[in-house]
């Protein structure tokens, strides 16, 4: 066995292709394949059922794989308590929902490249269930989400908190509607645009609602979208009022394009999360990059 077929194996379990592992490694295809065929040869074991359509990884393969990932961050942590690095640059993968990815991610980012300038990142973007999953299959190392999914196999910190508000038009009618002091409920008389079922943020509003005594059959829903730009372009033309995020919120506030009507009830709050595996042994760079995001929003 040699850390090379790990590395392997370890990329074909995490991206469930042995093309794409050998794209991502800069090996050709066929090398891939008698690296795999070569450790179950010698642990006499069948790691990967195999079809012309799709690779998914056996039960001894997902034990395999927990075993390897330690041998493999072992070894890593060897090269960098000797002052060396096999890799000229080190990478994190991660995925981030609609919030996190982006409008937390992009600076979060930024900020952690000026610090370790060397460190490339890859960024998935999903739903909170589509970033879930991915942990789930070994995809990416850390996810970014809004919502929790029950599941022994995760954990979750809470690292930052988001805020839903109420974006309207700009125009006299809503500035007058500001001055009078009027209440959420006055505010979602109003035609309302909704994001789609599926995204955690419609579920926020819908909970949101929920406190305020408010059904969304109460409100006068004019439109569904999937997106939350479209959702701000549509409102900065007047074709009625949302309830988004007030970090998705604070670009087109700034530019004059809309205007957000800020609750300061408690319940108006979310938290966001960081997740990955309750097993997950990360390596020195992951395990920074959690710090320097727990640092980053301790406040």
């Known amino acids: 066995m040699e850390l090379k ?3 392997i194996f370890a990329k074909v379990v995490e991206v469930q292709s042995f093309s794409k592992a050998a794209k991502e490694l800069y090996v050709s295809q066929p090398t891939v394949s008698s690296n795999i ?11 990967f059922e195999r079809t012309t359509k799709k690779v998914s990884v056996t039960k001894e393969g997902e034990n395999f794989y927990r075993y390897a990932k ?3 961050e072992v070894s890593e942590e060897l090269y960098y308590e000797f002052g060396k690095s096999y890799r000229q640059t080190e990478r994190i993968v991660l995925a981030g929902s609609t919030i996190p990815s982006l409008y937390i991610l992009p600076e979060l980012v930024l900020k952690f490249q000026k610090k370790y300038p060397n460190v490339q990142f890859s960024i ?5 269930s589509e970033v879930i999953q991915k942990v789930l299959s070994h995809q990416v190392a850390i996810g970014m989400v809004g919502q929790i999914k029950e599941d022994s196999r995760l954990c979750y910190i809470p690292f930052c908190r988001d805020k ?4 309207t038009p700009v125009n006299n009618y809503y500035q007058e509607l500001f001055r009078t002091d009027c209440t959420i409920k006055r ?4 035609p309302v645009i909704f994001r789609e079922q599926k995204y955690g943020e419609k579920k926020e509003a819908e909970l949101f609602l929920e406190r305020y005594r408010i059904t969304e059959e109460d409100l006068n829903v004019i439109a569904y979208m999937n997106d939350q730009e479209m959702i701000k372009r549509s409102v900065s033309c007047g074709m009625g009022i949302s309830l988004i995020s007030k970090r998705a919120a604070m670009d087109y506030a700034e530019l004059g394009k809309i205007y957000i009507y800020e609750p300061d009830e408690e319940v108006s709050y979310r938290e966001l999360y960081l997740v990955f595996e309750a097993k997950k042994k990360f390596d020195k760079l ?3 990059f959690l710090d320097f995001t727990m640092e980053t929003y301790k406040k």
Request: proline share 0%.
């Open 5 to 7: 077929q790990l590395e």
């Open 37 to 47: 065929v070569a450790l179950e040869k010698e642990f006499e074991v069948k790691l």
């Open 70 to 72: 330690e041998i493999l």
């Open 124 to 128: 998935e973007q999903g739903d909170s």
């Open 164 to 167: 839903l508000v109420v974006i």
């Open 187 to 190: 505010f979602l008389e109003e």
């Open 286 to 288: 992951e395990k920074k």
